[in-house]
């Protein structure tokens, strides 16, 4: 099973400011990485597919990056709606997939 | 627009079985793979379950290979989840989800249902 690592657990940033979040595979997922976005009392949604690709209606500060084993979500100037759960997912160990723990974005 | 919602939990003992379903709207229902995802409380995601969009093939998670079963019926757009020899560490929030890709299944979730609690207790 491929092991996802996000990092750090919990982020701490004011609104503007923008934030990195990191996912680490234990084995190349190649390009197959998603990123979801949790809000409390609500369904993940579907930001960020295939390392980079943002999904249908995600602004555009969103951004994902890398390949291989090291992933980045970055946000470029964080919104008040920004503040949430963060989860990795990858695809390439299909059908075995498996999320990162989550990292969570907090106002500072 | 694209609707999920997800129906049958409640509380149920160990060892016994569960059902529960996903009613689809605003899209193809019969192109699609469709994906159970299940998130324990104050846990992260878990995926349980895939199936193409025929039926014909189905993937489980090994923590439930044997015990669950995934279905469908394109023909009442709904999604199933039939769960036997329920145990306490099967509580969670089991939610259904589309799979992005149109034909075979590309496992990313790009739409989500509200989600349907089953819980396990004694």
């Known amino acids: 099973e491929i092991v996802l690592t996000q990092s750090p657990a919990t982020l701490s940033l004011s609104p503007g400011e923008r934030a990195a979040l990191s996912c680490r595979a234990s084995?190349?997922?190649?390009?197959?990485l998603a990123w979801y976005q949790q809000k409390p009392g609500q369904a993940p949604r579907l930001l960020i597919y295939d390392t980079s690709n943002r999904a249908t209606g995600i602004p555009a500060r969103f951004s994902g990056s890398g390949s291989g084993t090291d992933f980045t979500l970055t946000i470029s100037s964080l919104e008040p709606e920004d503040f949430a759960l963060y989860y990795c997912q990858q695809r390439s160990g299909w059908p075995s997939i498996t999320f990162g723990q989550g990292t969570r974005l907090e106002i500072k | 627009q694209v609707q999920l919602v997800e129906s049958g939990g409640g509380v149920v003992q160990p060892g016994r079985s569960l059902s529960v379903s996903c009613a689809a709207s605003?899209?193809?229902?019969?192109?699609?793979?469709m994906h159970w995802v299940r998130q324990a409380p104050g846990e992260g995601l878990e995926w349980v379950a895939v199936?193409?969009?025929?039926?014909?093939?189905?993937h489980h998670a090994d923590s439930v290979k044997g015990r669950f079963t995934i279905s469908r019926d394109n023909s009442k757009n709904t999604l199933y989840l039939e769960m036997n020899s329920l145990r306490v560490d099967d509580t969670a929030l089991y939610y259904c989800?589309?799979?992005?890709?149109?034909?075979?299944?590309?496992?990313?979730?790009?739409?989500w249902g509200q989600g349907t609690l089953v819980t396990v207790s004694s």
């Open positions: 199936i193409s969009s025929d039926g014909r093939t189905k």
């Open positions: 989800a589309k799979d992005r890709d149109m034909g075979a299944a590309g496992y990313h979730f790009d739409c």
């Open positions: 605003g899209f193809t229902f019969s192109r699609f793979a």
């Open positions: 084995q190349s997922v190649r390009s197959y």
